[in-house]
């Protein structure tokens, strides 16, 4: 990661550049290099810092560089699935008054979040230079909105109802490696078919990851609707509590040594064939290919449980006007094209033809258009930050046996209440 001066310190170094104090001390010294910070720059705060997901996000930071060769482009990144690590030390960075351009953030309840805090910029005039009110559908306008402002441009919808398997280590349990699970109770007849055979069923992760398996098994037992009345306090309690034990039941299938393991340990795991199965959404599509499967989540067929990325303009960005030339590139069609390729998604954008798109972000746009939409826990669409870190964390001391499942469904419910959706734009 390139070090960046503070934005203080880069803004006086501005207002002397353009004083021509800069250049009239550089003179001064011979031989002293011209001072850095006087180049025009753009910061990006990311968590798509490691692997798959910086191989991704470079189709995005060379798109930029190519359109603006003259602005230095800084990748702020802070590896950690799903924002993990990231989170907090831009929180920090905020409240510090050291914003960076544009960062990285979900659309729904975590951007809503910082909407309220006052902390990403109003990107109406961007949207209408840009046309892209009529470019976005509207499910994904909605999430990226308050009250019809636009408050961040998206780049892509992931899937996160997704199970992946190693064919081989199901034939070796013996099951058909293309079988199909329709429910979780299918499900479980194949873990235990695993785990008899004396592979390991499942591979998890880091207490995010446990956070996303809990959100497919309500959504697996609760069905859409119901999954959704959750976040407005009107899901039946006495399903949640059968679903919270559904998931205690699977941690029972899953590897002991989790909490260490960031998602693409996970996905390293299935492709050596040290598990059965795993549990992420598309975004490990890029690491697992075949004869890797998937299908999706048991019991969630038809529905889309959608992850909405994308990246705002920071209140008090240093260079603002390169942070809209930020979002601009990544709200231009070919880049989407190429990004919803690189990050195995659909683009946000839904006037892409789909022929142009590659095979997986084709299938991902299909299943947006038609299946049914919910919005993911884990992935900031329903809670706020500080309330969904608060489940992480009581969902992590469950599996390590530090919790009980009453304790899981009381911080579901209280996260549940932290955040109520507004309701389509404008409304
Ligand atoms: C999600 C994010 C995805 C991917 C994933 C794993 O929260 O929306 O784009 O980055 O985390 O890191």
């Known amino acids: 990661?390139?070090?960046?001066?503070?934005?203080?310190?880069?803004?006086?170094?501005?207002?002397?550049?353009?004083?021509?104090?800069?250049?009239?001390?550089?003179?001064?010294?011979?031989?002293?290099?011209?001072?850095?910070?006087?180049?025009?720059?753009?910061?990006?705060?990311?968590?798509?810092?490691?692997?798959?997901?910086?191989?991704?996000s470079d189709v995005l930071t060379s798109a930029f560089r190519r359109a603006n060769p003259e602005i230095e482009f800084i990748h702020g990144g802070v590896a950690g699935g799903a924002g993990s690590a990231a989170k907090d030390v831009l929180a920090s960075r905020m409240a510090n008054g050291d914003?960076?351009?544009?960062?990285?953030?979900?659309?729904?309840?975590?951007?809503?979040?910082?909407?309220?805090?006052?902390?990403?910029?109003?990107?109406?005039?961007?949207?209408?230079?840009l046309g892209l009110d009529r470019a976005l559908p509207q499910v994904v306008l909605d999430l990226v909105s308050a009250d019809g402002i636009p408050y961040a441009v998206p780049t892509n919808v992931h899937r996160a109802n997704l199970v992946w398997s190693n064919p081989s280590v199901l034939a070796d349990s013996g099951i058909d490696p293309l079988a199909t699970f329709a429910t979780l109770d299918e499900w479980f007849v194949a873990l235990d078919r695993v785990r008899a055979s004396g592979h390991t069923p499942l591979v998890l992760g880091a207490p995010w990851t446990q956070v996303h398996l809990l959100e497919q098994v309500l959504l697996s037992r609760l069905g859409p609707a119901g999954y959704t009345a959750l976040w407005d306090g009107s899901g039946d309690s006495a399903e949640v509590t059968a679903a919270i034990e559904d998931y205690a039941r699977l941690l029972g299938y899953a590897n002991p040594d989790r909490d260490a393991l960031d998602w693409s340990d996970c996905a390293d795991r299935l492709d050596s064939g040290e598990a059965a199965f795993l549990v992420m959404g598309d975004w490990a599509a890029q690491l697992l290919r075949d004869p890797i499967g998937w299908q999706p989540f048991p019991g969630t067929d038809g529905v889309d449980d959608i992850v909405v990325d994308g990246f705002a303009q920071a209140v008090g960005a240093p260079d603002p006007e390169n942070a809209r030339l930020w979002l601009a590139t990544v709200a231009a069609p070919d880049v989407q094209i190429a990004f919803a390729d690189a990050k195995g998604a659909a683009p946000a954008r839904s006037d892409i033809p789909s022929v142009d798109l590659g095979t997986y972000p084709r299938r991902a746009l299909e299943s947006l258009r038609t299946d049914e939409i919910v919005l993911s826990l884990a992935h900031g669409g329903v809670t706020t930050p500080q309330a969904l870190a608060e489940l992480t964390a009581v969902v992590g001391r469950l599996g390590r046996g530090q919790a009980s499942t009453s304790e899981v469904q009381e911080s579901l419910t209280a996260a549940a209440r932290a955040w109520q959706p507004a309701g389509p734009s404008g409304s």
């Open 1 to 56: 990661m390139t070090i960046r001066p503070r934005a203080a310190v880069r803004r006086a170094a501005a207002a002397l550049t353009a004083l021509g104090v800069l250049g009239a001390l550089a003179a001064c010294a011979p031989g002293a290099e011209p001072a850095a910070s006087t180049q025009s720059q753009v910061e990006v705060f990311t968590w798509w810092a490691s692997g798959s997901e910086k191989l991704a």
């Open 99 to 129: 914003p960076p351009d544009s960062f990285q953030v979900h659309g729904g309840a975590e951007l809503a979040e910082q909407i309220a805090a006052g902390e990403v910029s109003d990107l109406t005039a961007l949207y209408a230079d």
